[in-house]
């Protein structure tokens, strides 16, 4: 990013930032992800977090019709929006059926665990470094989306 200013000062531009990006959970956790796969040796002991989505909006609520709910899931993951993330990702997306989605690349935006009207991330257990990170208890339905040949 861009130390440009736009207020009238006269300001040197040496195309540096004091900003500084990757410290978030999610952010550690794909860097330490792509540093295990880019490594030799796969070693495991991430801690983890036991997380149950829940289904909270009423049964009539529109926003059921664009991304069906599979009822109470449970999952691993690292944090609450990565459990979402983790449910998400059971799904199926666009792309391995011949669809299309409405206004992305990718269907696992839509998913009615990303909506947080649609349902609820409480945490269940912390600091579990026996489990893989994944759904626990549940069922993720596969067929969320329809595809236009038989």
């Known amino acids: 990013m861009s130390n440009v200013v736009r207020n009238g000062e006269n300001a040197a531009n040496n195309a540096t930032t004091t900003n500084t990006f990757g410290r978030s959970v999610e952010s550690q956790a794909q860097i330490d992800d792509a540093a295990t796969i880019g490594s030799a040796s796969v070693g495991g002991g991430e801690t983890l977090n036991i997380y149950r989505l829940e289904p909270i909006a009423a049964p009539d609520d ?28 059971r799904e ?20 009615a665990f990303r909506d947080d009207k649609l349902y609820t991330v409480i945490e269940v257990e912390h600091g579990r470094s026996d489990l893989e990170r994944g759904v626990v208890e549940g069922t993720v339905s596969v067929d969320t ?5 038989v």
């Open 92 to 111: 199926l997306d666009f792309m391995e059926v011949d669809a299309a989605p409405a206004e992305d690349v990718t269907t696992v935006n839509a998913s």
């Open 145 to 149: 989306i329809l595809p236009v040949q």
């Open 62 to 89: 529109p926003r059921w019709e664009n991304a069906p709910g599979h009822g109470v899931i449970v999952v691993a993951a690292r944090t609450a929006g990565d459990a979402r993330i983790v449910a998400a990702s």
